[in-house]
């Protein structure tokens, strides 16, 4: 397999290293004299093939560390029976910088433990054997040249690392701050539909039924009653309206008057003028949590909205009850076949009254019982109910699909 193309800097580095260790041949430059010991062959030339190899080595020093190290150690051995080069010996202590650097985590560490014994074993056996103190200077220079430049590596790859890992934390950080901005987003975007549906939808549903019947028959006194009820509709559904473009202008997390169980009897009452036999049973009392005042009151107006579109002629009933910490909402109207509802509608009223129950973790039934159309919600009063139901749902309302308001 071949090797990928050397980096940009290793390029320089092998050139400088190259032709900084031609000078000092040049100049007559070298580690040691001549007359060392340890020197076998005398002269500049047997100094320049451990040099061309190291300089060879820095060209790989990023792409195989490993395979660098290994070649660039037999070439510092064989200038070490040379005069030797300090650009050689310079080019070496790179190369183990770079193989702890770049290389694999386990060789990383594998060559600053052999660095390290060397470094040991070069100090303490040179002083064992000819007992002065100069033989300490051999673990020095090992130290400089091996030890050093690993033990350098090491804590730069330490550094590295540090740096990748805190970038990888910032970038996981923003993706989750931009999930849970998308998340908030979708879910007040479904807070003001639910919110737009049930204050609006009951006001339109009546004044489409009233026009339809004050264009069908030809009375006048039921037409002015008609016209008095789509009035009446349309004023309170305009305040409501500018009530919500409010919220939406202003930021307010909550509407500014948010309905409460207290106001069940006011629209009762509407819906009795919209021409429903409507009867409330209210066994509630106590105090009741405002989220669940809110999402009982928007059921039950959205219950007897359907009822207004699509019930059968007879009693429509409203109960409310507290049952095992739990408020109780069941609404019935009757049930039949009729040849269509008297409005059309957007299939989202029973979709939004089970996303409300269960937002507050409560449960959601609707379907016929008989010869009556029912509707019931389960409200926890408790916190710790709510907020339990919250976190198996997952922020998440599961049901079944609804394709209508009524079937």
């Known amino acids: 397999m071949a090797l990928p193309r050397p980096h940009r800097f290793d390029v320089y580095l092998a050139v400088g290293g190259l032709?900084?260790?031609?000078?000092?041949?040049?100049?007559?430059?070298?580690?040691?004299?001549?007359?060392d010991p340890i020197t076998v062959l005398d002269g500049n030339w047997p100094v320049l093939p451990p040099l061309v190899v190291m300089a060879?080595?820095?060209?790989?020093?990023?792409?195989?560390?490993?395979?660098?190290?290994?070649?660039?150690?037999?070439?510092?051995?064989?200038?070490?029976?040379?005069?030797?080069?300090?650009?050689?010996?310079?080019?070496?202590t790179d190369l183990v910088y770079a193989a702890v650097l770049y290389g694999p985590l386990a060789s990383a560490r594998r060559v600053q433990w052999i660095t390290g014994l060397l470094t040991?074993?070069?100090t303490l056996v040179p002083f064992a054997v000819w007992r002065v103190p100069q033989a300490l200077l051999i673990g020095v220079v090992v130290g400089v040249v091996a030890y050093g430049p690993a033990a350098t590596g090491w804590i730069v790859r330490?550094?590295?690392?540090?740096?990748?890992?805190?970038?990888?934390?910032?970038?996981?950080?923003?993706?989750?701050?931009?999930?849970?901005?998308?998340?908030?987003?979708?879910?007040?975007?479904?807070r003001m539909a639910r919110e737009l549906h049930d204050m609006v939808a009951n006001h339109l549903s009546a004044i489409a039924i009233h026009s339809t019947a004050a264009l069908s028959i030809d009375d006048p006194s039921t037409s002015r009653e008609a016209l008095s009820v789509i009035r009446e509709n349309s004023v309170e559904g305009l305040a409501e309206m500018r009530r919500l473009i409010g919220i939406l202008r202003d930021g307010d997390e909550?509407?500014?008057?948010?309905?409460?169980?207290?106001?069940?009897?006011?629209?009762?009452?509407?819906?009795?003028?919209?021409?429903?036999?409507?009867?409330?049973?209210?066994?509630?009392?106590?105090?009741?949590?405002?989220?669940?005042?809110l999402a009982a009151y928007r059921i039950v107006q959205e219950s007897l909205t359907n009822a207004l579109k699509h019930a059968c002629p007879g009693r429509v009933t409203v109960r409310l009850t507290r049952l095992d910490g739990a408020l109780d909402v069941r609404v019935t109207s009757p049930y039949g076949h009729r040849d269509g509802p008297r409005a059309p509608g957007s299939g989202?009223?029973?979709?939004?009254?089970?996303?409300?129950?269960?937002?507050?973790?409560?449960?959601?039934?609707?379907?016929?019982?008989?010869?009556?159309?029912?509707?019931?919600?389960?409200?926890?009063?408790?916190?710790?109910?709510?907020?339990?139901?919250?976190r198996v749902q997952g922020n998440r309302v599961e049901g079944t699909r609804v394709e209508g308001d009524r079937p």
């Open 56 to 92: 060879g080595c820095e060209l790989l020093r990023r792409s195989a560390p490993r395979v660098a190290l290994l070649t660039g150690t037999a070439a510092i051995c064989a200038d070490l029976v040379t005069q030797g080069n300090l650009a050689t010996v310079l080019m070496f």
């Open 158 to 190: 330490n550094h590295r690392d540090a740096a990748e890992a805190a970038g990888l934390r910032a970038e996981q950080t923003a993706l989750l701050a931009e999930m849970d901005r998308s998340q908030a987003v979708t879910a007040e975007r479904a």
């Open 120 to 122: 040991v074993a070069a």
């Open 19 to 35: 032709l900084g260790g031609l000078l000092l041949m040049g100049l007559g430059l070298a580690t040691r004299p001549s007359d």
């Open 254 to 293: 909550e509407p500014s008057a948010v309905p409460t169980l207290d106001g069940l009897g006011a629209l009762v009452d509407t819906a009795r003028a919209n021409g429903l036999d409507v009867t409330l049973e209210a066994g509630h009392e106590g105090e009741v949590p405002a989220p669940v005042e």
């Open 348 to 390: 989202a009223g029973l979709v939004g009254m089970r996303e409300r129950a269960a937002l507050l973790g409560g449960t959601f039934e609707a379907g016929p019982e008989g010869a009556l159309w029912a509707v019931r919600a389960t409200l926890p009063l408790t916190e710790g109910d709510r907020t339990e139901g919250n």
